[in-house]
């Protein structure tokens, strides 16, 4: 996966949408949250529930791990499968009280250290660490999500099959370790998935469409 490549993509994903500003939320606590109720489902359903722990006054991690699993299942429903995600958060806010009560505290420090211990706690894997790492914490590490994936693979630059340490190295080693351009990077992914590298491609107007593509792949 040639530098090149990467930047063409990324050049003329920004030029199609320019900024993203994300993660959506108003604090790193409100976004590691967010990193956890957006598993296996729609980011529609992850702003009910945060909307709903907002209004319990339980967007907080103190709160979060005094609050019965039954109680915060029942607050976060909206988001799906809410009974695990009840106890990844509180699993998440224990390790966070752990680690010096804010997320900012349990996030310092350097990068592979931190990400070690972030997955260790139950329930957060790769994709959620690094998005946690990356968008919370300000850590230059690369989220690789499906439509990352679906979108190298469609043109041409990965086969397919390949592991998440796989291909977050690609990128990492290909590009500057720059947190905006990460950040953004995987932001305009999501954006350009979305719209037209779906299951089914929809080709017709994408920002990529110049560069060779197969759109069955």
């Known amino acids: 996966m040639a530098a090149n490549e990467l930047v063409e993509i990324y050049d003329a994903l920004a030029a199609a949408y320019g900024p993203r500003g994300w993660w959506p939320g108003d604090s790193p606590t409100e976004v590691a949250i967010g990193a956890v109720l957006t598993q ?73 250290a931190v990400r070690v211990a972030l997955l260790e706690v139950a329930g957060i894997g790769e994709e959620t660490a690094d998005a946690i790492l990356l968008y919370a914490g300000g850590h230059a590490v690369f ?31 290909a590009l500057p370790r720059d947190v905006r351009m990460f950040n953004e990077y995987h932001a305009l992914l999501v954006e350009v998935g979305k719209r037209h590298c779906r ?19």
């Open 40 to 112: 296996n489902t729609a980011w529609t359903n992850v702003e009910r529930a945060i909307s709903a722990l907002k209004a319990a006054d339980c967007l907080d991690f103190a709160r979060i791990a005094a609050l019965e699993e039954e109680a915060l299942g029942a607050i976060i429903r909206s988001a799906g499968t809410y009974r695990v995600k009840a106890r990844r958060l509180k699993a998440l806010a224990a390790w966070v009280l752990a680690r010096g009560g804010t997320i900012e505290a349990a996030l310092a420090g350097e990068t592979g």
């Open 143 to 173: 989220v690789v999500d499906a439509y990352t994936r679906r979108v190298l693979r469609r043109h041409g630059l990965l086969a397919g099959g390949e592991s998440y340490a796989a291909v977050q190295a690609r990128f990492e080693r």
């Open 199 to 217: 299951a089914a491609a929809r080709c017709a107007g994408c920002p990529l469409g110049h560069l060779p593509h197969d759109e069955t792949a």
